[in-house]
């Protein structure tokens, strides 16, 4: 075909030099039958015939008598908890339990007092303190309240840095340098007003170097109130029994928490014990409901419950990724549960995905309303269903229809049919807090070349009271071996053992204690580390921190710390200590001291070798 290239240029001359507006249309569907969407909605095929045989194949034709649920009817009985044992259940329970604190069961169950006080919080203690005596002392004019500051600080003010915390704790000495004669000592001023509370926590009288002063009275009630902020800021160790400062719930042999408590409700007292509290989340799972034995003291009153009578619409239970159940809608991609991987023996995940995929549409939700910190039992729950009928929804442990019962979300176990299946806890627990970096820290892991485990301390508290990583230490003994003068020659140097870090500390295996005779069960009871200088003297290396001793007031020379030989796995534990800041339900602030262990990262391996023979440049 032949065009002519001068009307071919004269078309585009022309198209160019016309306007042009550029449009689009949108696409809408439209019906057929004038505006009605009746048989878009219906989703007919050409087939139906086809369409109800793969209906019947995919069994969607044998249809339950039953109906989905739309109200349900929830009867049971609340009531508060009572009693707070710390530790494992001993032979007098109700003597060593004490009434239920006002703080957040977390706070109770770990709270220990540090053997030195963290400079930080010393410091900000201090300050809070100059800002009560401004307030109180406002009115008597500025020339009072500065003579009475200049005696707090002058008495009471952080001292300077000296040399040896300069050497240990660079930073620490930076922060003295701030803090000294600027800011009242905390510590050193409550040391002062020992013996000077009444039990109100009120200041009965001054110290001597603060009698002397003028406003003696706002300055007694300045400091009454300081006392009583500062007793419920910082938060002691809850019990009836132990010593020291350490948590009274802590158990040592285990590296981890246990404790009881006992609630109320319609049918009588529920103890609640937990025995393995480890990660510092405390919630209903950590319990477990028995029957005995009760800890309420002698003549104590009964305590009020609260009647649940909870009627309420139901909805279906939804959760990112789950199937669509309507026609040409997508799932949730932020969930993907068919690229789940699962080995044969993979039981758990395979029920999740079955869960999930195929019965997650079964599920709804019916949430009820309980008191903050308080013990749950059921009596009955009553479902209406679309066809108006109730339906009295049994426990999950009751047989039915010839099938054994199941457990899920209880706090017993499936063979109980009694009334502490139907329990549930709601615990004082805080929503959220404020956690601080590791006060200390330390690594259990094995060390099978040597046939031994290892307590290593990463982090301690250093002469402040503030975290020192341990590798920042003065005075830390080189591992670097020198060989004599007279042995330049010689071919072999023998060695007794090989050099370690002052932070390794061994526990070595031991026949466990209470035990039957014969038994080949094992303890891992620590032993101090034995250096060997140049000189030829000998020296025991023992830890620095709490953690690798039996308590904070045992004499770290002669305690030996036991560890049951189960608690450190393949993978080994690290436990810390760490600083939590939260609030509680009336709005207080509170700061506790506690402990959490979680799994390690494998095993270890130190090089420690007895009886060597090397050439001198190995040593």
């Not at 169950?109 to 406002?138: D, S």
């Not at 020992?194 to 926590?201: E, I, K, L, Q």
């Not at 590798?471 to 003994?477: C, E, F, G």
Request: net charge negative; aromatic share 8%.
């Amino acid at each position: 075909m032949a065009y002519d290239m001068a009307k071919v240029v004269a078309l585009n001359h022309e198209l160019v030099l016309r306007a042009s507006i550029v449009t689009w249309s949108r696409l809408e569907p439209l019906g057929l039958t004038r505006g009605d969407l009746t048989p878009g909605l219906r989703a007919a095929v050409a087939d139906p015939l086809w369409f109800a045989a793969r209906q019947w194949q995919f069994g969607e034709l044998h249809a339950e008598d039953a109906g989905s649920p739309i109200t349900v009817a929830v009867d049971g009985t609340a009531g508060p908890m009572t009693r707070f044992h710390a530790g494992r259940l001993g032979p007098d329970p109700a003597g060593e339990s004490v009434d239920f604190p006002a703080i957040p069961l977390e706070t109770a169950v770990e709270a220990e007092t540090p053997a030195v006080l963290p400079e930080r919080i010393r410091a900000e203690a201090g300050q809070h303190l100059l800002r009560l005596v401004g307030g109180a002392l406002a009115a008597l004019g500025a020339p009072v309240t500065a003579q009475v500051r200049a005696a707090l600080l002058a008495s009471y003010a952080f001292a300077p840095a000296d040399a040896a915390l300069a050497g240990n704790d660079p930073e620490g000495a930076a922060r003295r340098g701030v803090l000294a004669g600027r800011v009242v000592d905390a510590a050193r001023l409550m040391a002062d007003l020992a013996g000077r509370v009444d039990g109100d926590g009120a200041i009965t009288d001054l110290p001597p170097a603060l009698a002397g002063l003028p406003a003696a009275d706002q300055l007694r009630d300045a400091l009454t109130a300081w006392n009583r902020w500062y007793a419920s800021y910082l938060a002691a160790p809850v019990g009836a029994g132990g010593g020291g400062s350490a948590p009274f719930s802590w158990d040592p042999y285990r590296q981890e928490y246990s404790f009881a408590v006992q609630g109320r409700t319609g049918s009588g007292d529920v103890l609640l014990t937990a025995e393995e509290y480890t990660d510092g989340r405390l919630d209903w799972y950590d319990f477990a409901a028995t029957a005995g034995p009760s800890l309420a003291a002698a003549g104590a009153a009964d305590p009020a419950t609260t009647t649940i009578a909870e009627r309420q619409l139901v909805s279906p239970v939804r959760f990112p990724g789950m199937p669509a159940d309507r026609l040409f809608e997508f799932e949730d991609t932020r969930v993907y549960l068919g690229r789940l991987n699962a080995g044969p023996h993979d039981i758990a995940r395979l029920g999740l995905v079955e869960f999930a995929l195929a019965y997650g549409n079964d599920w709804f939700l019916a949430p009820v309303d309980l008191p903050y910190g308080s013990v749950c039992e059921v009596s009955s729950v009553a479902v209406r269903d679309t066809f108006g009928e109730e339906i009295t929804v049994p426990r999950a442990t009751q047989p039915y229809a010839g099938r054994p019962g199941w457990c899920m979300y209880h706090l017993t176990g499936a063979e109980d049919a009694g009334r502490l299946s139907d329990v549930f806890v709601l615990p004082p627990t805080v929503a959220g807090r404020l956690e601080s970096e590791p006060v200390e820290e330390v690594v259990f892991f094995r060390d099978e070349q040597a046939d031994i485990v290892w307590g290593v301390e990463r982090v301690v508290p250093g002469e402040t009271g503030e975290p020192v990583p341990w590798h920042r230490l003065a005075a830390q003994v080189s591992l670097r071996q020198s060989v004599p003068d007279d042995l330049d020659d010689a071919k072999l140097v023998y060695r007794l053992m090989s050099p370690l870090p002052e932070n390794w500390i061994p526990f070595v295996a031991v026949p466990a204690k209470n035990r039957p005779a014969g038994s080949l069960a094992t303890d891992l009871q620590r032993q101090p580390l034995i250096r060997f200088a140049q000189d030829g003297t000998v020296s025991l290396v023992h830890p620095r921190g709490t953690v690798l001793r039996t308590s904070d007031t045992a004499d770290v020379t002669t305690d030996r710390l036991r560890i049951a030989e189960e608690e450190v796995p393949r993978d080994g534990i690290v436990v810390r200590r760490t600083f939590q800041l939260a609030r509680t339900v009336d709005g207080r602030s509170v700061l506790w001291l506690g402990r959490s262990k979680t799994t390690g990262t494998g095993e270890g391996f130190s090089g420690l070798r007895f009886d060597t023979a090397l050439p001198p440049r190995g040593v």
